[in-house]
């Protein structure tokens, strides 16, 4: 069935380091792929997405590569801030405003 | 303008009673959804409505979960005969759906409920 694996389940960095966390699908048809970042107690906000017609995105300190033969997409978050530390889930979607299925989600935190 | 909102955010239960929630979706939206999130864990898809579709419900873990929802408006999940793996937080999520563009999910605040 429908799948989505996600990794590292958490990770730690140093504040001004790279995190790269990386997501696999299982369903070939998703052509959808959203970030959401859910701080402790909050809803899951939407972070930065990417569509199937597109090998990668940036917006500022984010960025999303996919590889569709592979299956795989994957967030780069630079120049890391402590305020950047919260669970972050990978999803992916097919077209025309399909479920979402999520990733298990990573646990960044970001020391100063 | 507002966004999606839930009720109630907090529900405690007794094991056996049945409960339900509520979502309001942003105005305008089209697909509405259910989400379940179990403590340190990943959301879990439900059910699924868009517009006048019948909906998706490949998702509802048992037949003693259900939903409704009103036109584009107002839905509603119920559980019947709450168990304690129910215990969960609950969100819903709203976009607007259209030929040729993708699929924007806005999440509530969620419901967490407790079942003792």
């Known amino acids: 069935g429908e799948n989505v694996e996600q990794h590292p389940s958490t990770l730690s960095v140093q504040e001004g380091d790279s995190a790269v966390i990386k997501c696999t699908y299982s369903?070939?048809?998703?052509?959808?792929f959203p970030w959401y970042k859910q701080e402790l107690g909050k809803r899951p906000q939407l972070i930065i997405d990417?569509?199937?017609?597109?090998g990668e995105k940036k917006d500022q300190r984010i960025a999303v590569t996919l590889n569709k033969t592979a299956k795989h997409f994957s967030l780069h978050i630079t120049e890391t801030q402590p305020e950047d530390s919260a669970v972050y889930f990978c999803?992916?979607?097919?077209?025309?405003?399909?479920?979402?299925?999520f990733g298990q989600g990573t646990e960044l935190s970001v020391k100063p | 303008g507002a966004g999606v909102s839930q009720s109630p955010s907090n529900k405690v239960t007794e094991k056996g009673k049945d409960v339900e929630l509520r979502c309001d979706p942003i105005?305008?939206?089209?697909?509405l959804y259910w989400y379940r999130q179990r403590l340190g864990q990943g959301l879990e898809f439900l059910i699924y409505?868009?517009?006048?579709?019948?909906?998706?419900k490949s998702g509802l873990p048992s037949d003693r979960f259900s939903a409704e929802r009103t036109g584009e408006s107002v839905s509603t999940l119920t559980i019947q005969r709450t168990q304690q793996e129910d215990s969960a937080v609950y969100l819903c999520?709203?976009?607007?759906?259209?030929?040729?563009?993708?699929?924007?999910?806005?999440f509530g605040p969620g419901t967490r409920l407790t079942v003792l």
């Open positions: 105005s305008g939206h089209t697909a």
């Open positions: 409505f868009q517009g006048n579709s019948a909906p998706d």
């Open positions: 990417i569509r199937s017609n597109v």
């Open positions: 369903d070939s048809a998703s052509n959808y």
């Open positions: 999520a709203s976009s607007l759906v259209r030929l040729l563009t993708y699929n924007e999910q806005f």
């Open positions: 999803a992916a979607s097919k077209p025309w405003g399909g479920k979402l299925i």
